[in-house]
């Protein structure tokens, strides 16, 4: 198979919801298109009627071919677009499980924060109903429907311990060696950007005298430094330790909760 598939979406516009199941059930990426070719395509139809929508997802690749209906009840708290993009995820992760015999520990569950799902259904609900709503909503294992919600009670238990006092700071480094099929960050390839890591590098600095300043003026105090991406960890040495040091000297680091630097990707770490 090759490292595209072609989409063809009728009905609704959660493109980004099928390129992201898409993604992580057949490991490659998608072309758009309105006509639908032979082989390797994924055609994603949904119909909304008010309680309910009606998806129609047929796939063809790897020598198979299936086509599966399926009925979403909307769910009462999620707005029409987040029902939608259940419905999408759902639909072809349906059709995906049942040609290839093959199920994900997440389902269909694609966000980068699962324990964000059971932190929500933990203000109306039990543990272990939190957990069944998990498996039955998105088709999550018991597993890791479990470790989200343990997650999600382990950051309930810090909030309470570290109330917030002040402000948090996310610094983004939108770059990474390669680009992961799956990613919905802004993020981009050092391969090709890699000119401008160090005047992105210069322009932080900038921003980040600016808002120390603008800080200190209105009398804040910073409680969290988080560094993401992208990945922080593309900079090099030189480059990481000039950032780090411009922002001990522009920020009151004194007493902060929490300082992280991400460094998702083995390839990118030095001792
Ligand atoms: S390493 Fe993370 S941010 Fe970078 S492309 Fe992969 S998923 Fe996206």
């Known amino acids: 198979m090759s490292d595209k598939i072609f989409l063809k979406i009728e009905g609704h516009d959660r493109e980004t919801a099928v390129r992201e199941i898409i993604g992580i059930c057949l490991k490659c990426g998608v072309t758009i298109c309105e006509v639908l070719p032979e082989d390797e395509y994924v055609l994603s139809r949904a119909k909304d009627s008010g309680e309910k ?7 063809c690749c790897l020598g198979k071919h299936g086509k599966k209906e399926y009925i979403h009840l909307k769910k009462q708290g999620k707005d029409d677009k ?8 759902l639909g072809f992760y349906y059709l995906f499980t049942e040609l290839f015999g093959r199920s994900l520990p997440w389902g269909a569950q ?16 039990s543990l272990k109903e939190t957990i069944c709503s998990l498996e039955e909503d998105f088709s ?3 597993e890791k429907a479990e470790l989200a919600a343990e997650v999600a009670l382990n950051e309930a238990a810090l909030l309470k311990k570290y109330p917030r006092r002040g402000i948090s700071l996310y610094i983004g480094i939108p770059f990474c060696p390669t680009r992961c099929l799956y990613c919905s960050f802004v993020s981009l390839p050092l391969s ?7 005047p992105y590098v210069d322009a932080l600095i900038k921003e980040a005298e600016y808002v120390g300043e603008l800080i200190k003026n209105e009398g804040e105090t910073v409680d969290s430094i988080y560094i993401g991406g992208g990945t922080p960890t593309s900079l090099d ?10 922002l001990e ?10 300082y992280t630097i991400e460094a998702g990707r083995a390839d990118t770490i030095t001792e």
Request: overall charge positive; proline content about 2%.
């Open 53 to 59: 929508i009606a998806v129609t997802t047929e796939l």
């Open 82 to 89: 987040q029902n939608m993009t259940d419905a999408v995820k």
């Open 110 to 125: 694609t966000g980068i924060r699962p324990a964000l799902l059971a932190s929500k259904r933990f203000e109306e609900m």
């Open 140 to 142: 999550i294992s018991h």
């Open 192 to 198: 090709k950007q890699k000119k401008n890591v160090e």
């Open 237 to 246: 040495e030189k480059q990481l330790e000039k950032l780090l040091a411009a």
């Open 249 to 258: 000297k522009a920020l009151n680091t004194e007493n902060i909760y929490e």
